[in-house]
């Protein structure tokens, strides 16, 4: 048999009660030549018999469930590895399409830009019961957007401004080494930036995917261990920031010193807030960026700030 032109990948982790939603909204696609793989990492819920008749129905889809627990990144990896299509697209248990054309547009972006690494689409949040909130959308619909631009622009604003997995679609060709398993919260954004350095973005502003927030993900998990994120965030600006080897960002010395001071800003905030020990926030700052040094830059760092703000508002306007 051919492979199909699309893998669609769903790793998922006791999300019975979202499935059979986001399988539907697979399954009800204009675009059809995909397949659906399923993994399960050992879910301890009703996931397995809640699926059990959807290969049945449909030869596309393939479902395991793992021989043991590997934690989230390592079982993305192993959807990743098992994917036969030239294109990849996540989809994950609790999120879905919220447009029957998503894979069809995808698809089409990626044909249209041929330098284009990957195309992300704005998201729509929803809420556990899938109530729509807002839009998420940070790029015009202005066909594709240089790499190291969007790397720079992400680095500036400190934030995935590409978004999910679930609003994301990739070449498969330039994704062989997978998610980086040393990172934990921006484990995606990392990714996309490795692909962002072999190709550039193709944005579709139109919501195609939607990504629920609740309690009992992941990555909402993930967020209340303060030092997952700033683990994850140190390992990014040492990549991207402090790096000399991508001194071709466009990043300027002062927006590097800036970034860098404001990750011990960031660390310290954590601390007032209660979230991390003061020996902690402390031991992090004089490690990488020196106490004293801290200290004596603490109060040009707040005249700079509401510069800053500014700056990145201006941005918005012109990128």
Known sequence: MMAPKVSVLIPTYNYAAYLPEAIESVLSQSYTDFELLIIDD???????GSLAGYA??????????????????????????????????????????????ALGLMVEAL???PSAALVA??????????????????????????????????????????????AVMFRKCLAAEGFDPKFRQIVDLE????????GGLAYISRPL???????????????KNASLLLDDTERLLTQYVLNDAWHHLQLSRFRKAYLVYDYSYQ?????????????????????????GRFLLGYPLYKLLKPLNKLLLRMENGFF
Not at 191 to 198: A, I, T
């Open 42 to 48: 050992r879910s301890t819920d009703e996931t397995a």
């Open 56 to 101: 049945k129905r449909d030869t596309r889809i393939s479902f395991r469930v793992n021989p043991r627990n590997l934690g989230m990144v390592q079982n993305w990896n192993l959807c990743l590895r098992r994917a036969a299509g030239e294109y990849v697209k996540y989809l994950f248990g609790d999120d879905l399409f919220c447009s029957p054309e």
């Open 111 to 113: 044909e249209g830009n």
């Open 121 to 166: 689409s704005a998201r729509r949040l929803i809420d556990s019961q899938g109530r729509a909130g807002a839009v998420l959308s940070h790029f015009p619909d202005s066909g594709c957007l240089e790499g190291r631009r969007v790397i720079s622009r992400c680095l500036r604003h400190q934030k995935n401004l590409i978004g999910e997995p679930t």
């Open 191 to 198: 990714f996309w930036f490795r692909l962002l350095e072999k």
């Open 209 to 223: 995917a939607a990504f629920r927030r609740h309690e009992v993900q992941q990555t909402a998990r993930n967020r």
């Open 267 to 291: 660390v310290w905030k954590l601390h007032r807030q209660k979230m991390l020990r003061r020996a902690e926030a402390k031991g992090r700052i004089a490690a990488g960026y020196g106490w």
